[in-house]
């Protein structure tokens, strides 16, 4: 069984910045994928940052420049540095692993519990 462990959301005014972490525990073949998601009020869930194995990453466009996604721990932890912070980023930001399952080695997805991020003007 996976397990997801969040971190580091929090009120933060316009500006700021805030750094999240999500550490992955479980017996697993491999890490394939982390990152982010959020969801704001009334709005869809949206990608946010993703980081594969090797190290490639991918940002939404209203993120680039703002956020940088690492990995750290032998890959099973991922963390969120966001700086330059928005009211409009406020939301609910879920940690995702896709994970390959050790005994039927199918690519398995997992979800945290999430944490509030809270930009104020």
């Known amino acids: 069984q996976v397990q997801l462990g969040e971190s580091g959301g929090g009120l933060v005014q316009a500006g700021g910045s805030l750094k999240l972490s999500c550490t992955a525990s479980?017996?697993?073949?491999?890490?394939?994928?982390m990152g982010w998601y959020r969801q704001a009020p009334g709005k869809q869930r949206e990608l946010v940052p993703t980081?594969?194995?090797?190290?490639?990453?991918t940002y939404q466009e209203v993120v680039k420049g703002r956020f940088t996604i690492s990995r750290a721990n032998g890959k099973n932890t991922v963390h969120l540095q966001m700086n330059s912070l928005k009211p409009e980023d406020t939301a609910v930001y879920y940690c995702?692993?896709?994970?390959?399952?050790?005994?039927?080695?199918?690519?398995?997805?997992?979800w945290g519990q999430g944490t509030q991020v809270t930009v104020s003007s």
């Open positions: 980081i594969t194995g090797g190290g490639t990453t």
């Open positions: 995702i692993t896709v994970v390959r399952n050790y005994r039927t080695l199918v690519l398995d997805e997992h």
């Open positions: 479980g017996k697993v073949a491999s890490v394939n994928k």
